[in-house]
Protein backbone atom coordinates (compact mmCIF):
# COMPACT_ATOMS: atom_id res chain seq x y z
CA UNK A 1 0.00 0.00 0.00
CA UNK A 2 1.59 3.72 -0.80
CA UNK A 3 0.98 6.70 1.04
CA UNK A 4 -1.34 9.01 -1.06
CA UNK A 5 0.73 12.11 0.35
CA UNK A 6 4.01 12.88 1.02
CA UNK A 7 4.66 14.58 4.38
CA UNK A 8 7.75 16.55 5.02
CA UNK A 9 8.27 17.33 8.65
CA UNK A 10 11.02 20.03 9.47
CA UNK A 11 13.28 19.80 12.00
CA UNK A 12 12.89 22.17 14.72
CA UNK A 13 14.77 23.96 17.26
CA UNK A 14 14.04 25.27 20.29
CA UNK A 15 15.80 26.70 22.58
CA UNK A 16 14.41 26.09 25.88
CA UNK A 17 15.17 28.59 28.73
CA UNK A 18 14.39 28.88 32.41
CA UNK A 19 14.98 26.89 34.87
CA UNK A 20 11.87 25.28 35.02
CA UNK A 21 12.01 23.68 31.63
CA UNK A 22 15.48 22.03 32.40
CA UNK A 23 17.59 20.32 35.05
CA UNK A 24 21.04 18.98 35.74
CA UNK A 25 22.18 15.79 35.19
CA UNK A 26 25.55 14.01 36.42
CA UNK A 27 28.29 15.70 33.80
CA UNK A 28 26.92 19.38 34.40
CA UNK A 29 25.06 19.83 30.78
CA UNK A 30 21.73 20.45 30.90
CA UNK A 31 18.80 18.65 29.23
CA UNK A 32 15.05 18.84 29.47
CA UNK A 33 13.40 16.03 31.82
CA UNK A 34 10.68 14.27 29.72
CA UNK A 35 10.09 10.99 31.30
CA UNK A 36 7.22 8.79 29.42
CA UNK A 37 3.79 8.04 30.92
CA UNK A 38 4.53 4.46 30.69
CA UNK A 39 7.70 3.31 30.56
CA UNK A 40 9.35 0.76 28.56
CA UNK A 41 11.92 -1.47 28.99
CA UNK A 42 12.52 -2.09 25.29
CA UNK A 43 12.10 1.62 24.39
CA UNK A 44 13.11 3.57 27.15
CA UNK A 45 15.04 1.78 30.08
CA UNK A 46 17.36 -0.97 27.61
CA UNK A 47 18.69 1.60 25.68
CA UNK A 48 20.31 3.33 28.25
CA UNK A 49 21.19 0.69 29.92
CA UNK A 50 22.86 -0.69 26.93
CA UNK A 51 24.92 2.13 26.27
CA UNK A 52 25.69 3.07 29.97
CA UNK A 53 25.96 -0.48 32.48
CA UNK A 54 26.13 -3.82 29.77
CA UNK A 55 29.91 -3.00 29.05
CA UNK A 56 30.32 -4.17 32.91
CA UNK A 57 26.97 -6.00 33.53
CA UNK A 58 25.40 -7.09 30.25
CA UNK A 59 25.72 -10.40 28.44
CA UNK A 60 29.77 -10.49 28.18
CA UNK A 61 31.35 -12.83 31.01
CA UNK A 62 34.70 -11.89 30.40
CA UNK A 63 33.61 -8.35 31.46
CA UNK A 64 31.45 -8.56 33.83
CA UNK A 65 31.68 -6.90 37.16
CA UNK A 66 30.28 -7.77 40.33
CA UNK A 67 28.65 -11.24 38.87
CA UNK A 68 26.07 -8.46 38.32
CA UNK A 69 24.19 -9.00 35.01
CA UNK A 70 21.40 -6.50 34.22
CA UNK A 71 20.34 -7.62 30.74
CA UNK A 72 18.41 -10.42 32.27
CA UNK A 73 15.88 -10.22 34.70
CA UNK A 74 16.57 -13.03 36.75
CA UNK A 75 19.80 -12.74 37.49
CA UNK A 76 19.17 -8.67 38.02
CA UNK A 77 16.86 -9.33 40.65
CA UNK A 78 18.60 -11.71 42.41
CA UNK A 79 20.33 -10.48 45.30
CA UNK A 80 23.52 -8.81 45.12
CA UNK A 81 27.19 -11.14 44.99
CA UNK A 82 29.24 -8.34 47.21
CA UNK A 83 25.56 -7.79 49.36
CA UNK A 84 23.48 -10.55 50.37
CA UNK A 85 21.30 -8.46 51.63
CA UNK A 86 20.57 -6.06 48.68
CA UNK A 87 18.78 -6.41 45.14
CA UNK A 88 19.91 -4.42 41.96
CA UNK A 89 16.34 -3.93 41.12
CA UNK A 90 13.59 -3.79 43.93
CA UNK A 91 10.11 -3.47 41.90
CA UNK A 92 7.86 -0.74 42.91
CA UNK A 93 11.10 0.30 45.31
CA UNK A 94 13.50 2.46 43.77
CA UNK A 95 15.26 3.69 47.11
CA UNK A 96 15.77 0.27 48.40
CA UNK A 97 17.16 -1.09 44.47
CA UNK A 98 20.98 -0.80 44.72
CA UNK A 99 22.01 0.39 41.08
CA UNK A 100 19.44 2.88 41.38
CA UNK A 101 21.21 4.15 44.20
CA UNK A 102 24.28 3.74 42.53
CA UNK A 103 23.54 5.60 39.49
CA UNK A 104 21.65 8.42 41.13
CA UNK A 105 24.19 9.32 43.98
CA UNK A 106 26.18 12.26 44.62
CA UNK A 107 29.06 10.35 46.09
CA UNK A 108 31.19 10.04 43.47
CA UNK A 109 33.06 7.14 45.06
CA UNK A 110 29.74 5.07 44.99
CA UNK A 111 28.35 6.50 41.49
CA UNK A 112 28.35 3.92 38.72
CA UNK A 113 29.13 3.91 36.25
CA UNK A 114 32.63 5.20 37.36
CA UNK A 115 34.04 8.35 36.62
CA UNK A 116 36.86 6.42 35.03
CA UNK A 117 35.01 4.93 32.73
CA UNK A 118 33.63 8.80 31.00
CA UNK A 119 30.13 7.51 31.20
CA UNK A 120 27.15 9.03 33.00
CA UNK A 121 23.55 9.18 33.30
CA UNK A 122 21.42 12.46 32.44
CA UNK A 123 18.83 13.01 34.80
CA UNK A 124 16.42 12.77 32.63
CA UNK A 125 17.93 8.94 32.33
CA UNK A 126 18.01 8.63 35.67
CA UNK A 127 14.31 9.50 36.35
CA UNK A 128 13.15 7.24 33.33
CA UNK A 129 14.69 4.22 35.33
CA UNK A 130 13.15 5.50 38.67
CA UNK A 131 9.83 5.62 37.11
CA UNK A 132 10.25 2.40 35.47
CA UNK A 133 11.14 0.93 38.92
CA UNK A 134 7.98 2.28 40.51
CA UNK A 135 5.77 0.59 37.55
CA UNK A 136 7.22 -3.01 39.11
CA UNK A 137 10.72 -2.80 36.95
CA UNK A 138 9.08 -5.29 34.13
CA UNK A 139 11.73 -6.62 31.67
CA UNK A 140 10.40 -7.21 28.29
CA UNK A 141 11.07 -9.82 25.63
CA UNK A 142 13.10 -8.17 22.66
CA UNK A 143 10.55 -6.34 20.91
CA UNK A 144 11.54 -7.75 17.12
CA UNK A 145 10.78 -11.48 18.65
CA UNK A 146 7.41 -10.58 20.02
CA UNK A 147 4.79 -11.98 17.27
CA UNK A 148 3.30 -7.95 15.79
CA UNK A 149 -0.20 -7.11 16.97
CA UNK A 150 -2.62 -5.14 14.56
CA UNK A 151 -3.32 -1.94 17.08
CA UNK A 152 -6.25 -0.15 15.76
CA UNK A 153 -5.23 3.33 14.44
CA UNK A 154 -4.49 6.04 17.23
CA UNK A 155 -6.82 8.60 17.68
CA UNK A 156 -6.05 11.87 16.27
CA UNK A 157 -7.42 15.50 16.42
CA UNK A 158 -7.59 16.78 12.69
CA UNK A 159 -9.49 13.54 11.60
CA UNK A 160 -10.18 14.70 8.11
CA UNK A 161 -6.82 14.53 6.99
CA UNK A 162 -6.08 11.07 6.73
CA UNK A 163 -6.75 8.91 3.59
CA UNK A 164 -5.78 5.59 4.88
CA UNK A 165 -4.51 3.64 8.22
CA UNK A 166 -0.57 4.90 7.42
CA UNK A 167 -2.28 8.40 7.83
CA UNK A 168 -3.40 8.28 11.46
CA UNK A 169 -0.50 6.87 12.83
CA UNK A 170 1.88 9.72 11.02
CA UNK A 171 -0.40 12.18 11.82
CA UNK A 172 -0.82 10.89 15.69
CA UNK A 173 3.45 11.36 15.95
CA UNK A 174 3.20 15.07 14.41
CA UNK A 175 0.70 16.14 16.46
CA UNK A 176 2.40 14.82 19.36
CA UNK A 177 5.31 17.33 18.24
CA UNK A 178 3.00 19.85 17.78
CA UNK A 179 3.81 19.96 14.26
CA UNK A 180 1.21 20.10 11.42
CA UNK A 181 1.25 18.21 7.64
CA UNK A 182 2.37 20.06 4.65
CA UNK A 183 -0.33 20.55 1.81
CA UNK A 184 -0.70 18.47 -0.63
CA UNK A 185 1.64 18.05 -3.06
CA UNK A 186 0.44 19.22 -7.03
CA UNK A 187 -0.22 16.71 -9.21
CA UNK A 188 3.24 17.02 -11.75
CA UNK A 189 5.16 16.27 -8.05
CA UNK A 190 2.61 13.66 -7.28
CA UNK A 191 3.51 11.91 -10.43
CA UNK A 192 7.22 12.60 -10.63
CA UNK A 193 7.78 10.71 -6.81
CA UNK A 194 5.21 8.27 -7.77
CA UNK A 195 7.23 7.14 -11.13
CA UNK A 196 10.36 7.37 -10.04
CA UNK A 197 9.16 4.99 -6.68
CA UNK A 198 7.61 2.34 -8.54
CA UNK A 199 9.72 1.83 -12.16
CA UNK A 200 13.21 4.32 -11.40
CA UNK A 201 11.79 6.29 -14.16
CA UNK A 202 10.37 10.01 -14.58
CA UNK A 203 7.56 10.61 -16.62
CA UNK A 204 7.12 10.90 -19.45
CA UNK A 205 4.51 14.20 -21.36
CA UNK A 206 1.86 12.48 -22.69
CA UNK A 207 1.52 10.53 -19.09
CA UNK A 208 2.11 13.63 -17.42
CA UNK A 209 -0.80 14.97 -20.00
CA UNK A 210 -2.92 12.47 -19.49
CA UNK A 211 -2.68 12.59 -15.64
CA UNK A 212 -3.02 16.41 -15.18
CA UNK A 213 -6.40 15.86 -17.58
CA UNK A 214 -8.16 13.21 -15.20
CA UNK A 215 -10.23 15.00 -12.85
CA UNK A 216 -11.54 11.51 -11.70
CA UNK A 217 -11.42 11.56 -7.75
CA UNK A 218 -9.70 8.30 -8.16
CA UNK A 219 -7.16 9.43 -10.58
CA UNK A 220 -4.11 8.63 -8.40
CA UNK A 221 -5.24 5.47 -7.88
CA UNK A 222 -6.17 4.54 -11.42
CA UNK A 223 -2.03 5.67 -12.19
CA UNK A 224 -0.37 3.70 -9.27
CA UNK A 225 -2.13 0.64 -11.50
CA UNK A 226 -1.34 1.60 -14.19
CA UNK A 227 2.36 2.06 -13.40
CA UNK A 228 2.24 -1.14 -11.31
CA UNK A 229 1.42 -3.09 -14.95
CA UNK A 230 4.37 -1.87 -16.57
CA UNK A 231 7.30 -3.54 -17.13
CA UNK A 232 9.45 -1.11 -15.16
CA UNK A 233 7.90 -1.66 -11.96
CA UNK A 234 9.46 -5.49 -11.43
CA UNK A 235 13.12 -3.93 -13.02
CA UNK A 236 12.69 -1.65 -10.43
CA UNK A 237 11.52 -3.64 -7.70
CA UNK A 238 14.08 -5.97 -8.55
CA UNK A 239 17.31 -3.89 -7.70
CA UNK A 240 16.90 -4.29 -4.06
CA UNK A 241 16.68 -7.97 -4.09
CA UNK A 242 19.60 -8.53 -6.43
CA UNK A 243 21.62 -6.40 -3.73
CA UNK A 244 20.12 -8.40 -0.88
CA UNK A 245 20.58 -11.33 -2.55
CA UNK A 246 24.46 -10.56 -3.59
CA UNK A 247 23.90 -11.21 -7.31
CA UNK A 248 26.74 -11.01 -10.09
CA UNK A 249 27.67 -12.46 -12.84
CA UNK A 250 31.15 -12.86 -11.38
CA UNK A 251 32.78 -15.40 -9.28
CA UNK A 252 34.17 -12.72 -7.19
CA UNK A 253 37.52 -14.01 -6.98
CA UNK A 254 40.91 -13.76 -9.15
CA UNK A 255 40.76 -16.73 -10.96
CA UNK A 256 37.23 -15.60 -12.50
CA UNK A 257 35.61 -17.61 -15.23
CA UNK A 258 32.56 -16.51 -17.29
CA UNK A 259 29.52 -17.04 -14.94
CA UNK A 260 25.80 -17.05 -15.93
CA UNK A 261 23.79 -16.61 -13.13
CA UNK A 262 21.76 -13.90 -15.01
CA UNK A 263 18.63 -15.93 -15.86
CA UNK A 264 17.59 -16.01 -12.01
CA UNK A 265 18.06 -12.30 -12.32
CA UNK A 266 15.18 -11.95 -15.24
CA UNK A 267 13.27 -14.72 -13.02
CA UNK A 268 13.69 -11.85 -9.81
CA UNK A 269 11.88 -9.25 -12.66
CA UNK A 270 9.35 -11.52 -13.68
CA UNK A 271 8.01 -12.80 -10.13
CA UNK A 272 7.60 -8.68 -9.44
CA UNK A 273 5.90 -8.34 -12.09
CA UNK A 274 3.34 -11.35 -11.55
CA UNK A 275 3.21 -9.88 -8.20
CA UNK A 276 3.98 -13.33 -6.87
CA UNK A 277 3.21 -13.55 -2.90
CA UNK A 278 5.95 -13.02 -0.69
CA UNK A 279 5.84 -16.34 0.96
CA UNK A 280 5.88 -18.23 -1.93
CA UNK A 281 8.95 -15.80 -3.85
CA UNK A 282 10.70 -16.57 -1.02
CA UNK A 283 9.95 -20.38 -0.79
CA UNK A 284 10.71 -21.01 -4.00
CA UNK A 285 14.20 -19.83 -3.78
CA UNK A 286 15.25 -21.34 -0.60
CA UNK A 287 13.71 -24.63 -1.53
CA UNK A 288 12.14 -24.78 -5.04
CA UNK A 289 14.08 -27.76 -5.92
CA UNK A 290 12.28 -29.28 -2.82
CA UNK A 291 8.85 -28.55 -3.48
CA UNK A 292 6.24 -31.23 -4.87
CA UNK A 293 6.93 -32.07 -8.68
CA UNK A 294 9.51 -29.25 -9.34
CA UNK A 295 9.40 -27.24 -12.32
CA UNK A 296 12.14 -25.84 -14.19
CA UNK A 297 11.26 -22.17 -12.91
CA UNK A 298 10.89 -23.25 -9.09
CA UNK A 299 13.99 -24.88 -9.46
CA UNK A 300 15.74 -21.66 -11.28
CA UNK A 301 14.30 -19.89 -8.11
CA UNK A 302 16.99 -21.65 -5.95
CA UNK A 303 20.24 -20.11 -7.54
CA UNK A 304 19.30 -17.34 -5.01
CA UNK A 305 21.18 -19.45 -2.96
CA UNK A 306 24.20 -20.12 -5.23
CA UNK A 307 24.83 -15.96 -5.74
CA UNK A 308 27.45 -15.92 -3.63
CA UNK A 309 31.11 -15.67 -4.73
CA UNK A 310 32.72 -19.47 -6.41
CA UNK A 311 36.23 -19.69 -6.59
CA UNK A 312 37.38 -21.69 -9.50
CA UNK A 313 41.05 -21.77 -8.64
CA UNK A 314 43.58 -24.77 -7.85
CA UNK A 315 45.15 -25.75 -5.02
CA UNK A 316 42.22 -24.73 -2.45
CA UNK A 317 40.79 -26.74 0.15
CA UNK A 318 37.33 -27.84 -0.65
CA UNK A 319 36.14 -27.87 2.85
CA UNK A 320 37.51 -24.40 3.64
CA UNK A 321 35.41 -23.33 0.80
CA UNK A 322 32.45 -25.56 1.14
CA UNK A 323 31.80 -24.09 4.78
CA UNK A 324 32.13 -20.46 3.19
CA UNK A 325 29.57 -20.76 0.65
CA UNK A 326 27.08 -22.27 3.51
CA UNK A 327 28.22 -19.36 6.06
CA UNK A 328 27.68 -16.95 3.49
CA UNK A 329 23.77 -18.72 2.68
CA UNK A 330 23.01 -18.88 6.33
CA UNK A 331 24.68 -14.61 6.31
CA UNK A 332 22.01 -14.05 3.99
CA UNK A 333 19.04 -15.37 5.58
CA UNK A 334 19.95 -13.87 8.92
CA UNK A 335 20.40 -10.34 7.20
CA UNK A 336 18.37 -9.84 4.15
CA UNK A 337 14.98 -12.14 5.72
CA UNK A 338 14.82 -12.59 9.23
CA UNK A 339 17.00 -9.11 10.09
CA UNK A 340 19.38 -10.37 12.15
CA UNK A 341 23.10 -10.78 11.84
CA UNK A 342 24.69 -13.90 12.18
CA UNK A 343 28.40 -13.85 11.99
CA UNK A 344 29.34 -12.69 15.04
CA UNK A 345 27.94 -16.16 16.77
CA UNK A 346 30.95 -17.55 14.51
CA UNK A 347 33.13 -16.75 17.12
CA UNK A 348 31.40 -15.00 20.45
CA UNK A 349 29.02 -16.75 22.56
CA UNK A 350 26.68 -18.99 20.26
CA UNK A 351 29.44 -20.57 18.33
CA UNK A 352 28.43 -20.95 14.33
CA UNK A 353 26.60 -23.77 13.11
CA UNK A 354 26.66 -24.96 9.55
CA UNK A 355 23.86 -26.16 7.95
CA UNK A 356 24.54 -29.44 6.30
CA UNK A 357 21.99 -30.10 4.10
CA UNK A 358 22.03 -27.31 1.57
CA UNK A 359 25.79 -27.73 0.53
CA UNK A 360 27.43 -29.82 -2.41
CA UNK A 361 24.44 -31.26 -4.35
CA UNK A 362 23.66 -33.97 -6.90
CA UNK A 363 22.49 -31.29 -9.15
CA UNK A 364 24.27 -27.81 -8.64
CA UNK A 365 24.10 -26.88 -12.13
CA UNK A 366 21.03 -26.36 -14.76
CA UNK A 367 21.07 -26.00 -18.24
CA UNK A 368 19.12 -23.98 -20.16
CA UNK A 369 18.29 -24.44 -23.69
CA UNK A 370 16.73 -22.15 -25.98
CA UNK A 371 13.87 -24.71 -26.24
CA UNK A 372 13.90 -24.14 -22.66
CA UNK A 373 13.42 -20.37 -22.94
CA UNK A 374 10.75 -20.58 -26.05
CA UNK A 375 8.36 -22.72 -23.75
CA UNK A 376 9.41 -22.92 -20.20
CA UNK A 377 11.13 -20.16 -19.42
CA UNK A 378 9.98 -17.59 -21.72
CA UNK A 379 10.98 -14.64 -19.04
CA UNK A 380 14.37 -15.03 -19.32
CA UNK A 381 15.62 -12.23 -21.79
CA UNK A 382 17.67 -14.45 -23.89
CA UNK A 383 19.37 -12.80 -27.17
CA UNK A 384 21.79 -15.21 -28.23
CA UNK A 385 22.73 -18.56 -28.91
CA UNK A 386 25.08 -19.05 -25.89
CA UNK A 387 24.95 -21.57 -23.58
CA UNK A 388 23.45 -20.89 -20.50
CA UNK A 389 24.13 -22.45 -17.00
CA UNK A 390 22.89 -21.66 -13.57
CA UNK A 391 24.03 -22.82 -10.12
CA UNK A 392 21.04 -23.75 -8.55
CA UNK A 393 20.78 -26.46 -5.10
CA UNK A 394 19.81 -29.74 -4.92
CA UNK A 395 20.11 -32.41 -2.32
CA UNK A 396 22.42 -35.01 -0.88
CA UNK A 397 21.57 -38.67 -1.07
CA UNK A 398 22.32 -38.38 2.65
CA UNK A 399 22.73 -35.73 5.26
CA UNK A 400 26.01 -34.46 5.93
CA UNK A 401 27.34 -34.75 9.63
CA UNK A 402 27.10 -30.98 11.14
CA UNK A 403 29.28 -29.76 14.03
CA UNK A 404 29.99 -26.58 15.94
CA UNK A 405 33.33 -25.00 14.37
CA UNK A 406 35.83 -23.59 17.00
CA UNK A 407 36.01 -19.92 16.25
CA UNK A 408 34.23 -20.65 12.93
CA UNK A 409 37.31 -22.69 11.64
CA UNK A 410 36.33 -25.10 8.96
CA UNK A 411 39.07 -27.53 10.26
CA UNK A 412 37.94 -27.18 13.91
CA UNK A 413 35.06 -29.12 14.05
CA UNK A 414 33.26 -29.24 18.11
CA UNK A 415 29.76 -31.10 19.41
CA UNK A 416 28.20 -32.64 17.18
CA UNK A 417 24.41 -30.86 16.10
CA UNK A 418 21.17 -31.18 14.33
CA UNK A 419 18.92 -28.67 12.56
CA UNK A 420 17.45 -26.14 14.19
CA UNK A 421 16.41 -22.83 14.23
CA UNK A 422 17.00 -19.90 16.89
CA UNK A 423 14.46 -20.71 19.69
CA UNK A 424 14.61 -17.22 20.86
CA UNK A 425 12.72 -16.17 17.77
CA UNK A 426 10.73 -18.94 17.38
CA UNK A 427 10.76 -22.60 18.01
CA UNK A 428 10.57 -24.72 15.07
CA UNK A 429 7.64 -26.84 14.45
CA UNK A 430 8.27 -30.38 14.26
CA UNK A 431 5.97 -31.26 11.75
CA UNK A 432 8.16 -29.08 9.45
CA UNK A 433 10.53 -31.36 7.77
CA UNK A 434 14.05 -30.47 8.65
CA UNK A 435 15.80 -29.40 5.53
CA UNK A 436 15.27 -25.78 3.59
CA UNK A 437 11.91 -26.47 2.80
CA UNK A 438 11.10 -26.80 6.56
CA UNK A 439 13.32 -23.69 6.62
CA UNK A 440 10.64 -21.80 4.35
CA UNK A 441 7.51 -22.53 6.50
CA UNK A 442 8.88 -21.66 9.23
CA UNK A 443 10.03 -18.40 8.38
CA UNK A 444 6.52 -18.37 7.23
CA UNK A 445 4.63 -19.61 10.10
CA UNK A 446 2.01 -16.88 11.68
CA UNK A 447 3.74 -16.82 14.75
CA UNK A 448 7.04 -15.82 13.46
CA UNK A 449 7.79 -12.17 14.28
CA UNK A 450 10.49 -11.45 11.50
CA UNK A 451 9.41 -12.34 8.31
CA UNK A 452 6.94 -9.70 7.82
CA UNK A 453 8.55 -6.91 9.46
CA UNK A 454 11.86 -6.93 7.90
CA UNK A 455 10.27 -7.10 4.58
CA UNK A 456 7.59 -4.13 5.17
CA UNK A 457 10.38 -2.47 6.57
CA UNK A 458 12.86 -2.54 3.47
CA UNK A 459 9.96 -1.69 1.24
CA UNK A 460 9.54 1.30 3.32
CA UNK A 461 13.04 2.40 3.16
CA UNK A 462 12.85 1.92 -0.75
CA UNK A 463 10.32 4.36 -0.86
CA UNK A 464 11.64 6.74 1.66
CA UNK A 465 15.17 6.48 2.19
CA UNK A 466 15.15 5.27 5.92
CA UNK A 467 13.19 2.49 7.46
CA UNK A 468 10.80 2.17 10.28
CA UNK A 469 14.00 0.70 11.54
CA UNK A 470 17.13 2.38 10.05
CA UNK A 471 19.28 -0.64 10.83
CA UNK A 472 16.96 -2.66 8.07
CA UNK A 473 19.51 -5.47 8.14
CA UNK A 474 19.64 -6.09 12.03
CA UNK A 475 16.41 -6.24 14.08
CA UNK A 476 18.35 -7.79 16.81
CA UNK A 477 19.70 -6.27 20.45
CA UNK A 478 22.52 -3.99 18.62
CA UNK A 479 20.29 -2.53 16.11
CA UNK A 480 18.05 0.62 15.91
CA UNK A 481 15.06 1.07 17.50
CA UNK A 482 11.72 1.27 15.49
CA UNK A 483 10.64 5.09 15.07
CA UNK A 484 7.18 3.73 15.33
CA UNK A 485 6.99 0.43 16.84
CA UNK A 486 3.12 0.50 16.37
CA UNK A 487 3.34 1.76 12.51
CA UNK A 488 5.44 -0.80 11.64
CA UNK A 489 3.36 -4.09 13.49
CA UNK A 490 0.28 -2.91 11.62
CA UNK A 491 2.30 -2.93 8.24
CA UNK A 492 3.55 -5.99 8.86
CA UNK A 493 0.37 -8.05 9.73
CA UNK A 494 -1.80 -6.06 6.80
CA UNK A 495 1.24 -7.28 5.12
CA UNK A 496 0.28 -11.11 6.00
CA UNK A 497 -3.48 -10.95 6.24
CA UNK A 498 -3.46 -9.65 2.46
CA UNK A 499 -1.75 -12.91 1.11
CA UNK A 500 1.69 -11.83 1.49
CA UNK A 501 0.64 -9.39 -1.76
CA UNK A 502 3.53 -6.96 -2.21
CA UNK A 503 1.58 -4.77 -4.90
Same mark, same amino acid.
Given at each position: ?89 ? #???? @??? *? /? %? =??? +??? $????? !? ?88 ? #???? @??? *? /? %? =??? +??? $????? !? ?201 ILPFDNSYPKNRLGLAKWLFDPKHPLTARVYVNLLWQEFFGRGIVKTSGDFGMQGELPSHPALLDWLAVDFREHNWDIK
Amino acid at each position: MLLRRNVFIPVLLFLLVGGLLYSCDNTGMQTASVVPDSVSYNFDVRPILSDKCFSCHGPDANKREAGLRLDIADSAFKALQDNPTAHAWV #PGKP @EES *D /A %F =LRI +STQ $DTSLL !MPPLYSNLSLTSQEIAIIKKWIQQGARYEDHWAFVAPRKQAPPAIKKSAWPINEIDYFTLAAMEAKGLAPNDPADKERLLKRLCLDLTGL #PPGI @ELM *D /A %F =LAD +SRP $DAYER !MVDQLLALPAYGEKMALHWLDLARYADSHGYQDDGYRTQWPWRDWVIHAFNENKPYNEFVTWQLAGDLLPDASMEQLLATAFNRNHKITEEGGVIPEEYRVMYVSDRTDLIGKGILGVTMECARCHDHKYVIGGQATSAKIPMMHITNTDVANMLRFINKTDTGKMIVSVMGELDTIRPTFVLHRGEYDAPGEKVEPATPVSILPFDNSYPKNRLGLAKWLFDPKHPLTARVYVNLLWQEFFGRGIVKTSGDFGMQGELPSHPALLDWLAVDFREHNWDIK
